[in-house]
Nanobody, 126 residues
């Protein structure tokens, strides 16, 4: 069974940086497509970034060039490096995993993923 645990959230001023981590205790991390989503109060869960098992990446336009998703399959760990943070980046950030086959670049919806972490809060002040 996959268990995802996020860490690294916090309070940061606009323009600052944070690095989120997601540790996977399961055995299938190296085969899974992984994603980061976020959810702000009163809003739907939003796709942020995804990475295939082989390292192909995809980003929502609002974070492209500021955020970087990466993974280490040997350490069963996923990261999201967030630079030049903006107040509108404030949200609970979730990591997600799926072993389902399919077109990688279409996996931008919550229903494309099967396993989720508990979330970590990111707050960006102006």
């Amino acid at each position: 069974q996959v268990q995802l645990v996020e860490s690294g959230g916090g309070l940061v001023q606009a323009g600052g940086s944070l690095r989120l981590s997601c540790a996977d205790s399961g055995r299938t991390f190296g085969s899974a497509a992984m994603g980061w989503f976020r959810q702000a109060p009163g809003k739907e869960r939003e796709f942020v970034a995804a990475i295939s098992w082989s390292g192909t990446t995809n980003y929502v336009d609002s974070v492209r060039g500021r955020f970087a998703i990466s993974r280490d399959n040997a350490k069963n760990t996923l990261w999201l490096q967030m630079n030049n943070l903006k107040p509108e980046d404030t949200a609970v950030y979730y990591c997600a995993a799926t072993l389902r086959s399919g077109a990688f670049y279409s996996r931008t919806h919550a229903y494309d993923y099967d396993d989720w972490g508990q979330g970590t809060q990111v707050t960006v002040t102006s």
